[in-house]
């Protein structure tokens, strides 16, 4: 069991965060790695800047394979749901510069991805790279693709069995 915190990037250069908990439900270890069932669910936000707000929660199921050495690979899908806040328009006062109101259309989204993660496992910290591309989907609003890149430390907490 680890926590893992990410900067969360939409695009890789949309600004987010992220925090998730990984849990390995099954493992079967082999001669020089370990194979795990997981689940991860998380949290995370990422923003537009001066447009678009967004919330991602979820969670991911995957299997993953540990080495000797600790670098480890997975390959999981996830099932998110995603709230979206639009920036519609704002009003500004030319005097100062200052904007004062601001509306959001707010809209709701169902975001299934794929996920691919690579990273490397020390005996208490690790670090992980992630790429994730998915889509939005929504019954009342347009689709579309989106890309996910995260780069995040990972801080287990149980010690490895000898």
Known sequence: MSLRF????????????KA?????????????????????????FYSHI???SHVI????????RVGQKGFESSLSVGVNGCYRAVLLGL????????TSSKDYEHRIYFLPTLNLTLGKNYEKLGWFIKASPGYFLSPNH????????????????KKKEE
């Open 6 to 17: 990410s900067y969360l990037g939409h695009y890789l250069y949309q600004p987010g965060l």
């Open 91 to 98: 009003s500004s006062n030319l005097g100062n510069g200052e």
């Open 50 to 52: 001066n447009a678009n």
């Open 57 to 64: 929660a979820g969670t991911e199921l995957g299997l993953k």
């Open 142 to 157: 347009p689709r579309s693709f989106a890309l996910f890149a995260e780069v995040g430390i990972i801080f287990s907490l």
């Open 20 to 44: 998730s908990l990984h849990l390995n439900i099954f493992e079967k270890s082999k001669e020089k790695s370990t194979l795990s069932l997981f689940a991860e669910p998380g949290l995370g």
